[in-house]
């Protein structure tokens, strides 16, 4: 039995990680045939977290992967991208923590929001999110175990150097897409005494 509140936030965390998990299924995006999704008869919307973004260039690794760069927008007035967008983008976990790869396993979301241990986490990389898709034959070579919250990625030592490199140039365009920093100058003056 449920004993407290806690419900309402399990329906909508489990809302949040199929409408993420599954968005491909549930927009039916490169070639998946579209499902719907419910949770009391509520349907489901799918989450793209790369819609908006700006596609780079595929990087062409292995005839067996297929990886394409994103750049998510960056929030400047009059530019791509308004308050709510920006937000709903971000997630309820923000940039920070929604920056990194996205592997994909015969469509289905199966790590995300990580740099394996490639490029270190960053403010500075927050727009940068890189999708992979593999097939699910890869999984010894991706070292992908079933865990009890999910499942366990480990990229191949193989491409480790690759993907860094990636990673490295697509952090760095990134970077360019925030529009550096700004100086903040306080021109509030507090006297205490004269």
Not at 54 to 77: A, C, G, T, V
Request: aromatic content about 10%; proline content about 5%.
């Amino acid at each position: 039995r449920i004993q407290d509140n806690t419900l309402l936030d399990k329906i909508d965390n489990l809302d949040e990680h199929l409408s993420l998990v599954f968005h491909r299924f549930i927009d039916g995006l490169k070639g998946c045939n579209k499902v719907e999704i419910s949770i009391n008869n509520r349907t489901i919307k799918a989450f793209n977290p790369f819609t908006g973004s700006e596609r780079q260039e595929p990087y062409p690794l292995d005839s067996k992967l297929k990886i394409q760069p994103h750049i998510m927008p960056s929030y400047k007035e009059g530019k791509k991208t308004n308050p709510e967008q920006y937000r709903h983008l971000a997630t309820a976990h923000g940039y920070s923590q929604t920056q990194g790869f996205y592997l994909f396993r015969s469509n289905r979301l199966i790590s995300h929001s990580t740099w394996w241990r490639i490029i270190p986490r960053q403010d500075t990389n927050q727009l940068v999110r890189i999708e992979i898709d593999i097939e699910n034959d890869q999984d010894k070579f991706w070292g992908i175990t079933i865990t009890k919250s999910g499942f366990a990625v480990s990229p191949p030592s193989g491409i480790r150097k690759e993907l860094r490199i990636l990673a490295l140039e697509i952090t760095r365009r990134g970077r360019g897409a925030q529009g550096g920093r700004k100086k903040i100058s306080n021109k509030l003056q507090t006297k205490f005494w004269d």
